[in-house]
């Protein structure tokens, strides 16, 4: 399994839910084009800074590539918010209790 992080800062906090909805909008009827091979979505924000990550799961790093690719055409939403980073990690380990 792999991973690719995307950190968002800046964002005004009044703006979260807006943010929710619109990500939740656009994962309606399953991963948008480029991102078929998406196998999970983690979307987190903290209210009181207006920090949030986006977590994008796959199966292989060959998906996770094309996947990275597709994200970073997409047009961002109007927002205050900016992304400030990006990270791909294989996950070693993923417990649930």
Do not use: C, H
């Amino acid at each position: 399994m792999y991973v690719r992080i995307a950190r968002f800062e800046g964002g005004d906090p009044a703006e979260a839910d807006q943010a929710v909805a619109r990500v939740s909008e656009l994962m309606q009827g399953g991963p948008p084009q480029g991102l078929e091979a998406a196998k999970r979505f983690l979307m987190l924000i903290d209210r009181e800074s207006g920090r949030g990550v986006g977590m994008t799961f796959f199966d292989n790093e060959e998906d996770m590539r094309r996947g990275d690719e597709a994200l970073n055409a997409m047009t961002p939403a109007e927002s205050s918010s900016r992304r400030t980073s990006v990270e791909m990690y294989e996950v070693a380990i993923d417990q649930q209790f």
